[in-house]
Each structure stands twice: as C-alpha cells, then as structure tokens.
C-alpha cells in the first residue's frame, strides 16, 4: 500500500519561509508524479507544485511561480517544497500527492490517486 508521510509547515510571518516534505513508500517513485496541492478553507483544491522524479521535471502553478521550489531525494524518495516569500493567501493546508498513472492535467486533483496527510500552512500579514 503506498503511504505518503509529510511534514513541515506550520506558522509564519508573510515574507518568510517555509519547507515541507514528502516520503513515499511502496511507490513507483521514479515514474511517477509527485507533489503538492492546497486548499484555502472556502475554496477548491489548487495544484501548487509536481515534479517527475525520472527527468527531474518541475511544473508550477501561476500563484508560486518563482517563489516555490520543489526537488526530489532519491534515496529517501522524497519530494520537499521549499516556500519563499510567503503570502497570507498562501495559507491553507498542504496535501502531498502522488500518481499511480499517466497524468493528464497535473492541476487536476483527480489525477492523483495517492494523497497524504493534510499539513496546516498559516501567513500571517
């Protein structure tokens, strides 16, 4: 059964910044997509980050391009998303995702077969 352990997170200032981690296990980690969505309370799921760790290939959504940075541990087969100056609409709670098939759109959360455990992320102004 594939498990996905998060971490990280937690309180900060706006302009700050903030890690999470993402181990997977029992996963085909090498092909197949990881990464990370949100969701603000009131509003949907929004996919933040993916990478692929077979290329190493990255994609972004539009409200963390080149604030965010997500990179793989392939001894560990982890995924960690580093979060540079924070906003406060960047608060919300952090899922750590994982494929278990091609994927189609990334910023599709029904892409994703595999979520972990929600991780809380507050900014505050």
């Known amino acids: 059964q594939v498990q996905l352990m998060a971490s990280g997170g937690g309180s900060v200032q706006a302009g700050g910044s903030l890690r999470l981690s993402c181990k997977a296990s029992n996963h085909d980690f090498f092909n197949n997509w990881m990464g990370w969505f949100r969701q603000a309370p009131g509003k949907e799921r929004e996919g933040v980050a993916v990478?692929?760790?077979?290329?190493?290939?990255?994609l972004y959504g539009d409200s963390v391009m080149g604030r965010c940075a997500i990179s793989q541990d392939n001894a560990e087969h982890a995924v960690t998303l580093q979060m540079n100056n924070l906003k406060p609409e960047d608060s919300g709670t952090y899922y750590c995702v994982a494929a278990n098939r091609r994927v189609g759109s990334w910023y599709d959360p029904k892409e994703f077969e595999y979520w972990g455990q929600g991780i809380l992320v507050t900014v505050s102004s």
């Open positions: 990478i692929y760790p077979g290329s190493g290939r990255t």
